[in-house]
């Protein structure tokens, strides 16, 4: 059975950093790309990053771009998000998902439950 | 303007079929788009449906029943997640999402009601 579960989702102040962990299981984590997929409370989903099987590739909304890290750890079925300057906007349950394809073909076939990020003073 | 426009609710019968729109920006055109189509119950994470780029380049979501299909209105620019025989269990938020510059993005959701 696949799983995905993410955490590391607390309160933070604007302009801090958190790391985000997704741990996966019931499936061969290394052959396939991951998101990690965004919603602000009562709001519409947000696509936030992409990276392809063996991390070679990384792809970034033009919103986190430049503050966002993503990075997986193929060896401990592991996807991070790294967040630094964040912002109150950045506010929302933040999803790991499993893409379908090596190299991400935007059909998301399995999620984790989310995680909370709060970024209030 | 947004890249993917989606009226925001979208109300049906029971039985009846729902047609949801995904509406590509100006200058972007649809014909060279797969659009990918989730939707979201509350208090859960999103699920595939489908993705349609036309009738020779689709695929259906694991276990998503044949009621739901793609297409596309070339002339409004747009994709279309049709669902017909309606059910009260597919009141739910859609989403489409495309992949355009180096990035997915997804529409703003339309929230589906069955009454």
């Known amino acids: 059975e696949v799983q995905l579960v993410e955490s590391g989702g607390v309160v933070v102040q604007p302009g801090g950093s958190l790391r985000l962990s997704c741990a996966a299981s019931g499936f061969a984590f290394e052959d396939f790309a991951m998101h990690w997929v965004r919603q602000a409370p009562g709001k519409g989903l947000e696509w936030v990053s992409l990276i392809r099987w063996d991390g070679s590739s990384t792809f970034y909304a033009d919103s986190v771009n430049g503050r966002f890290t993503i990075s997986r750890d193929n060896s401990k079925n592991f996807l991070y998000l790294l967040m630094n300057s964040l912002r109150p906007e950045d506010t929302a349950f933040y999803y790991c998902?499993?893409?379908?394809?090596?190299?991400?073909?935007?059909?998301?076939?399995?999620w984790g439950q989310g995680t909370l990020v709060t970024v209030s003073s | 303007q947004a890249v993917l426009t989606q009226p925001s609710s979208l109300s049906a019968s029971p039985g009846a079929s729902a047609s949801l729109t995904c509406t590509v920006r100006t200058g972007i055109n649809v014909d060279t788009y797969r659009i990918f189509w989730y939707r979201q119950k509350p208090g859960s994470p999103p699920q595939f449906l489908l993705r349609y780029k036309s009738d020779s380049d689709k695929q259906q979501g694991s276990g998503v029943p044949s009621r739901f299909s793609g297409s596309k209105d070339a002339s409004a620019n747009a994709g279309i997640l049709l669902i017909s025989g309606l059910q009260s269990d597919d009141e739910a938020d859609y989403y489409c999402m495309i992949w355009h510059s180096t990035a997915w993005v997804f529409g703003g959701g339309t929230k589906l009601t069955v009454l």
């Open positions: 998902a499993k893409d379908s394809e090596y190299y991400g073909s935007g059909i998301l076939d399995f």
